[in-house]
Protein backbone atom coordinates (compact mmCIF):
# COMPACT_ATOMS: atom_id res chain seq x y z
CA UNK A 1 0.00 0.00 0.00
CA UNK A 2 1.61 3.20 -1.41
CA UNK A 3 1.58 6.79 0.92
CA UNK A 4 -1.24 8.09 -0.77
CA UNK A 5 -3.70 4.47 0.35
CA UNK A 6 -2.57 4.85 3.48
CA UNK A 7 -3.59 8.64 3.93
CA UNK A 8 -7.13 7.57 2.23
CA UNK A 9 -7.89 4.52 4.61
CA UNK A 10 -6.53 6.47 7.95
CA UNK A 11 -9.01 9.58 6.83
CA UNK A 12 -12.05 7.07 5.92
CA UNK A 13 -11.38 5.79 9.69
CA UNK A 14 -10.93 9.14 11.34
CA UNK A 15 -14.41 10.21 9.37
CA UNK A 16 -15.65 7.05 10.81
CA UNK A 17 -14.82 7.34 14.62
CA UNK A 18 -16.18 11.59 14.40
CA UNK A 19 -19.51 9.79 12.81
CA UNK A 20 -20.00 7.17 15.60
CA UNK A 21 -19.73 4.02 13.77
CA UNK A 22 -16.79 1.26 13.67
CA UNK A 23 -14.01 2.66 11.76
CA UNK A 24 -15.11 -1.18 9.22
CA UNK A 25 -18.61 -0.19 9.01
CA UNK A 26 -20.54 1.16 5.85
CA UNK A 27 -22.03 3.83 6.61
CA UNK A 28 -25.91 3.53 6.56
CA UNK A 29 -27.72 4.22 3.18
CA UNK A 30 -30.00 6.99 3.38
CA UNK A 31 -33.43 5.88 3.92
CA UNK A 32 -34.94 9.00 2.37
CA UNK A 33 -37.24 9.78 5.54
CA UNK A 34 -35.81 12.56 8.56
CA UNK A 35 -36.59 12.69 11.77
CA UNK A 36 -37.02 16.41 13.47
CA UNK A 37 -37.55 17.76 16.64
CA UNK A 38 -37.78 21.06 17.98
CA UNK A 39 -38.43 23.29 20.90
CA UNK A 40 -37.76 26.53 22.35
CA UNK A 41 -37.85 27.83 26.13
CA UNK A 42 -37.58 31.03 27.94
CA UNK A 43 -37.53 29.84 31.39
CA UNK A 44 -35.04 29.42 33.37
CA UNK A 45 -33.33 31.16 30.31
CA UNK A 46 -34.30 31.46 26.65
CA UNK A 47 -33.69 28.86 24.35
CA UNK A 48 -33.90 27.33 20.84
CA UNK A 49 -33.40 24.17 19.57
CA UNK A 50 -33.79 22.30 16.07
CA UNK A 51 -32.55 18.67 14.68
CA UNK A 52 -33.54 17.18 11.51
CA UNK A 53 -31.47 13.53 10.93
CA UNK A 54 -32.01 10.60 8.80
CA UNK A 55 -33.92 7.88 11.13
CA UNK A 56 -31.22 5.28 9.37
CA UNK A 57 -28.26 7.26 10.64
CA UNK A 58 -30.02 7.06 14.21
CA UNK A 59 -30.16 3.59 13.50
CA UNK A 60 -26.34 3.43 12.73
CA UNK A 61 -25.18 5.02 15.88
CA UNK A 62 -23.93 2.74 18.39
CA UNK A 63 -26.08 1.96 21.67
CA UNK A 64 -23.98 3.09 24.64
CA UNK A 65 -24.36 6.91 24.75
CA UNK A 66 -28.21 6.87 23.81
CA UNK A 67 -29.13 4.01 26.08
CA UNK A 68 -26.87 5.92 29.26
CA UNK A 69 -28.98 9.18 28.83
CA UNK A 70 -31.83 7.00 28.36
CA UNK A 71 -30.73 5.58 32.02
CA UNK A 72 -29.89 8.89 33.71
CA UNK A 73 -33.78 9.59 32.72
CA UNK A 74 -35.03 6.58 33.77
CA UNK A 75 -34.78 7.04 37.53
CA UNK A 76 -37.83 8.91 39.44
CA UNK A 77 -34.97 10.94 41.68
CA UNK A 78 -33.07 11.59 38.21
CA UNK A 79 -36.37 12.85 36.56
CA UNK A 80 -37.54 14.73 39.24
CA UNK A 81 -34.20 16.40 39.14
CA UNK A 82 -34.17 17.46 35.74
CA UNK A 83 -37.85 18.56 36.38
CA UNK A 84 -36.60 21.03 38.72
CA UNK A 85 -33.81 21.62 36.97
CA UNK A 86 -35.88 22.78 34.05
CA UNK A 87 -38.54 25.03 35.56
CA UNK A 88 -36.58 26.67 38.47
CA UNK A 89 -32.67 26.80 36.60
CA UNK A 90 -29.59 26.13 38.60
CA UNK A 91 -30.15 24.73 41.83
CA UNK A 92 -27.90 24.25 45.21
CA UNK A 93 -27.45 20.42 46.10
CA UNK A 94 -29.60 20.69 48.84
CA UNK A 95 -32.60 21.82 47.03
CA UNK A 96 -32.52 18.84 44.45
CA UNK A 97 -31.92 16.85 47.77
CA UNK A 98 -35.35 18.01 48.83
CA UNK A 99 -37.07 17.62 45.43
CA UNK A 100 -35.76 14.24 44.84
CA UNK A 101 -36.80 13.07 48.57
CA UNK A 102 -33.77 11.48 48.76
CA UNK A 103 -32.79 9.96 52.37
CA UNK A 104 -28.84 10.83 52.03
CA UNK A 105 -26.82 12.84 50.56
CA UNK A 106 -24.81 9.81 49.20
CA UNK A 107 -27.86 8.78 47.17
CA UNK A 108 -28.20 12.94 45.72
CA UNK A 109 -24.72 12.85 44.56
CA UNK A 110 -25.09 8.93 42.90
CA UNK A 111 -27.93 10.30 40.82
CA UNK A 112 -25.84 13.01 40.35
CA UNK A 113 -23.06 11.81 38.96
CA UNK A 114 -25.47 9.62 36.74
CA UNK A 115 -26.97 12.95 35.44
CA UNK A 116 -23.52 14.31 34.73
CA UNK A 117 -21.94 10.98 32.89
CA UNK A 118 -24.67 11.30 30.50
CA UNK A 119 -24.46 14.73 29.77
CA UNK A 120 -27.58 16.13 31.03
CA UNK A 121 -26.51 18.39 33.92
CA UNK A 122 -23.20 19.89 35.01
CA UNK A 123 -22.36 22.03 38.05
CA UNK A 124 -21.43 25.66 37.85
CA UNK A 125 -18.78 27.76 39.28
CA UNK A 126 -20.91 29.10 42.12
CA UNK A 127 -21.30 25.13 42.85
CA UNK A 128 -25.40 24.62 42.01
CA UNK A 129 -26.28 22.38 39.18
CA UNK A 130 -27.88 23.05 36.06
CA UNK A 131 -28.99 21.52 33.01
CA UNK A 132 -26.77 21.88 30.42
CA UNK A 133 -27.90 24.15 27.74
CA UNK A 134 -27.39 21.81 24.84
CA UNK A 135 -29.53 19.34 26.54
CA UNK A 136 -32.53 21.29 27.92
CA UNK A 137 -34.63 20.56 24.87
CA UNK A 138 -33.54 17.46 23.94
CA UNK A 139 -34.23 16.18 27.58
CA UNK A 140 -37.51 17.71 27.54
CA UNK A 141 -38.18 15.96 24.52
CA UNK A 142 -37.17 12.66 25.59
CA UNK A 143 -39.77 13.33 29.09
CA UNK A 144 -42.10 14.25 26.93
CA UNK A 145 -42.00 11.81 23.99
CA UNK A 146 -41.93 8.90 27.35
CA UNK A 147 -45.08 10.62 28.80
CA UNK A 148 -46.41 10.26 25.28
CA UNK A 149 -45.78 6.60 24.96
CA UNK A 150 -47.00 6.48 28.44
CA UNK A 151 -50.88 7.33 27.11
CA UNK A 152 -50.50 11.13 29.62
CA UNK A 153 -50.72 13.45 27.11
CA UNK A 154 -54.04 12.35 25.86
Known amino acids: MDLQQRVE ?23 GGHLRYEGHLTEPVELDWSIQVD ?23 RAAIVRLLATRGPQPAAALHEAAELGSTGRLYHHLKALTSANLVEQDKRGSYRLRPQAAIPALLLLTAASDIADQLR
Not at 9 to 31: C, F, H, M, N, T
Not at 55 to 77: E, I, M, N, Y
Open 9 to 31: ALEARVAALEAGRSADAEPAEPS
Open 55 to 77: PARVLDLPDGPRTDVLAALGHPA
